[in-house]
């Protein structure tokens, strides 16, 4: 599970994230007219042209992260080209990569060039534990770890306007809570600038570092924004309001004078705002009917990107900050742009495509020059055609109580009326995550093999509204899974979708409504496949790591309270009403998750097998929250479609590499 709950939707805008090979197919070619002379004619492809096996589909490449060095010669990203994540760098105008990592086993992501000089920051944790350490490579290429200890977490919050100091959270000093520490970037000497005895939660820091704001979580729907002068350590808080708002920090102005952040107390979706730091007056910036999720200014303020949440869709603008013009960007026929970053000379700016047979692509602009922008990588493996690949489309269906539920369908290319195809009802994490338009090798495998998949937004999803984002509070197992039921049945009403073969698979907050699925609705799925979800959540709730402390009480009262609701948790954990499971079951689980620990895994599937239905389970000694790695998502996807042919489609798998 992501931190169970985010304010609004984390979509990263920063300035500063084998099958067998079917033979191709044709359709039949049309017979002859026996009065005609013509020779032949063509043949129509039907698609997918063929099915693709797991490794192809892991053999594209993932990329994230962009960081301008000092000259703007050249790019800093994340890719897992290697098989792992690992920092890479390359030229502006496109070229060979540079690999400034070299790990085989643990995951290094890209944080920051230096400002002045060529040296790199990078982070990583020790087999998905998610203890992240930052680490400096220097101009020789030696590394060296700037938050060295044991059981701490650390992160980068960015650089200072000058360049010469940077700024890091870390847990060392109290586990539960982030300190802020400022480092000088010559010689890494570094003071504690904020102690963090209340449990608030670090965010923005401003360019000259003397502000830094402040959240404080009250509950998963509501929340307060504080700034402190970091001088004096006065704190102000800028949040004053009546009833549950949520209320995020979104970036300083370079000269310090404002903070910018969203916010959703005057109506059902977040606005972006600013507040003045002498007069603490408000006024607004940008509104829109969805979600304002993400928000940032170039190194200098000349430019404003705003990230908007459009019905699981993401809409990047980019503004001239002093006019309010918007600028025009790069418009392209598929995919959307993505995580915007502007170089500090604000001449530059990098950015993503993504979509749905589009994995991330990096790109460059001069927004002096104008023209085309570069692309940089190419991320599709080239043994795939795009076109075997499905767009997704949003549909929605009223549930049992009448509220509309939205999700993104994937339908394979291969189903029709006269050839129903086996179905997936897909829940995503949080319990307050979304499914999105967005390119995923899995689903697109499953697609490519002949599955619909549904991602349901169900009620407590992000993205629609904080009324809708709320009402699922105090009732997991109970109304957000009755949603599951209802979209089973609306993909029933499908004519492409075989009725009696619809499974349910999550991983994470997900994987726990599958478990509920089915236990607390038996018969309902055919089978269930749960990806690292929490089958008992007494136990989940008394083990989350000690750095969730600042929303605890909010997990409490999202979830229940371990110490006083023991009932109620026991009711709504699936573990303890496992012998309800009757329909086969795959589990799959990172030995070093951090969030839902490995026993909740062991103990539902020990449960399970007890009732003589068949148990799949899959572990991974070098995987935390998630499976990052290459090999593992090979082992791990392919065994998912061999589980799903064998026990919901009903045939033998069809990628021979994935029953071995």
């Known amino acids: 599970m992501p931190a169970f709950r985010r304010t609004g939707l984390t979509l990263a805008i920063v300035f500063s994230l084998s099958l067998g090979l079917a033979a191709c197919q044709r359709s039949p070619e049309p017979a002859a007219d026996a009065g005609s002379d013509a020779a032949s ?85 020790q087999g998905g534990n998610e203890l992240d350490h930052l680490y400096v490579i220097e101009a020789d290429g030696s590394e060296r770890d700037l938050t060295p200890g044991d059981n701490l977490k650390a992160g980068l919050m960015g650089f200072s306007h000058d360049g010469e ?21 010559g010689d890494y000497a570094r003071e504690l600038i904020y102690q963090n005895d209340l449990g608030y939660e670090p ?63 005057q109506g059902e979706f977040a606005g972006l705002r600013r507040v003045n730091l002498q007069t603490w007056e408000h006024e607004p910036v940008r509104s829109a009917d969805w979600d304002i999720v993400d928000a940032a200014l170039s190194h200098d303020g000349t430019y404003l990107a705003v990230a908007t949440n459009i019905d699981g869709s993401t809409g990047v603008q980019l503004f001239n900050t002093a006019s309010g013009e918007e600028v025009a960007l790069p418009d392209f026929p598929a995919g959307e742009v993505r995580n915007l970053r502007v170089s500090r000379s604000e001449g530059k700016l990098a950015f993503y495509l993504n979509g749905d047979r589009q994995p991330n692509d990096l790109y460059v602009l001069d927004l002096a020059a104008g023209g085309e922008p570069t692309q940089l990588t190419t991320s599709l493996n080239p043994a795939i055609d795009p076109a075997d690949l499905v767009d997704s489309t949003v549909v929605r269906f009223d549930s049992f109580d009448g509220m509309a539920i939205p999700n993104i369908l994937w339908k394979p290319h291969q189903a029709t009326a006269d050839a129903p195809a086996p179905a997936l009802v897909w829940v995503h994490g949080g319990p307050g995550g979304q499914t999105t338009r967005a390119h995923s090798a899995l689903i697109q495998y499953l697609a490519n093999h002949g599955y619909v998949v549904l991602g349901i937004n169900n009620r407590g999803s992000s993205g629609y509204g904080k009324t809708f984002f709320a009402a699922d509070d105090g009732k997991h197992g109970r109304e957000p899974l009755w949603d599951t039921v209802e979209a089973k049945k609306y993909l029933q009403t499908l004519d492409y979708v075989d009725d009696d073969k619809i499974g349910i698979i999550g991983g994470s907050y997900g994987g726990y409504m599958v478990l509920s699925a089915l236990a607390f609705q038996p018969g309902e799925f055919k089978v ?23 929303f605890r009480e909010a997990l409490y009262q999202e979830i229940g309270n371990p110490e006083t609701q023991r009932d109620f948790l026991i009711e709504t954990s699936p573990l303890f009403h496992a012998d309800k499971i009757n329909v086969p079951l795959m589990v799959l689980q990172g030995a070093n998750d951090p969030r839902v620990i490995k026993p909740e895994s062991d103990d539902i599937v020990a449960a399970v097998e007890k009732n003589g239905v068949p148990v799949e389970y ?42 071995e």
Do not use: C
């Not at 962009?66 to 000259?71: G, L, N, R």
């Not at 790990?103 to 060039?113: C, G, K, P, Q, R």
């Not at 269930?528 to 000690?546: A, D, H, K």
């Open 41 to 125: 004619q063509a043949q129509v492809e039907v698609r997918p042209s063929r099915q693709y096996a797991i490794e192809e589909f892991i053999e594209s490449t993932g990329v994230g992260g962009a960081s301008f060095s000092a000259d703007e010669s050249r790019i800093l990203f994340s890719s897992n080209k290697s098989g792992v994540w690992n920092a890479y760098s390359m030229p502006v105008g496109g070229g060979e990569w540079t690999a400034v990592t070299s790990s085989d086993t643990d995951n290094v992501y890209a944080e920051a060039f230096f400002p002045n000089d060529d040296r790199v920051l990078v982070s990583r944790d």
């Open 165 to 185: 100091s940077f700024f890091v959270i870390s847990n060392e000093r109290d586990p539960r809570f982030f300190d802020v520490y400022r480092y000088d970037a």
């Open 203 to 265: 965010g923005e820091i401003s360019p000259d570092g003397r502000w830094l704001a402040l959240g404080q979580t009250n509950t998963t729907n509501d929340s307060d924004l504080h700034v402190v002068e970091l001088a004096t350590g006065k704190v102000t808080k800028v949040s004053e309001h009546e009833g549950q708002a949520q209320f995020a920090a979104e970036a300083f102005s370079p000269d310090g004078q404002w903070l910018y952040y969203t916010a959703n107390d």
């Open 528 to 550: 269930g496949v749960n990806i690292f979800g929490v089958s008992n959540w007494l136990r989940t709730l008394e083990s989350i790591p000690p750095y969730w402390e600042s």
């Open 618 to 659: 899959v572990v991974f000694d070098d995987e935390g929250h998630g499976f990052s790695k290459k090999k593992n998502q090979i082992e791990g996807y392919g065994r998912i479609l061999a589980f799903l042919d064998t026990h919901l489609r009903g045939s033998a798998p069809a990628d021979p590499a994935a029953s």
